[in-house]
C-alpha cells in the first residue's frame, strides 16, 4: 500500500526561501485552529504583512499553499462535512426539533447565532455588553441618544 502523501512532500517552488517554506506550513498546518490569525503569524515569524502579501504575489507560492492545503483538507472528507451540514441545516425545517438535535444545530452554526445576536444589537445601537456601539464624540450626540432611548 502506498504511503500517505504530506505537506512536507509538495515540491516547493524554485526561488522560495527556507522562511518562505516555514510560514507557508505554519500558516497551513494552523489556520483552522481556533484562535489563529495571520497576525499572531506575523508576530510569530517576526515579519510584516506586506513581506507575506508580497510572497503571494508569486503564483508558483500560491500553488505551493494551496496544494498544502489540499492534503491537510482532502475533498472527500470537505464533502463529507457539507452533507453533514446540509442535514443539519434541515433540522431548521422541521415543525418539532429534539433537544439533541437542537444541540446538533447550535454547535454546528453557534457562529452564525452569534453574528446574528452581534447585527441584531447593533441594529438596536447596543453592543453585546449593554453599551453603546459606539461612544459618542459630542455633548449634542450623547444628548441625542438618550432622548432616544427614553422615547422608548
Known sequence: MAQEKTIHDIQVPYGATGEM?????FYVANKLKDGFTKEKM???FSMSSKTYYKWLENKDYQKYINEMEHILLPQDELEAVQKMKKKVMAFADKQSVSSAEMKMFMDVFGYVVEADNRIQAEK???????????APKSVEEKKSL??????G
Open 21 to 25: 517554506v516555514a510560514v507557508a506550513k
Open 42 to 44: 506575523f508576530k510569530h
Open 124 to 134: 438596536l445601537g447596543i453592543s453585546k455588553d449593554g453599551t453603546g456601539t459606539s
Open 146 to 151: 438618550l432622548l432616544e432611548r427614553l422615547k
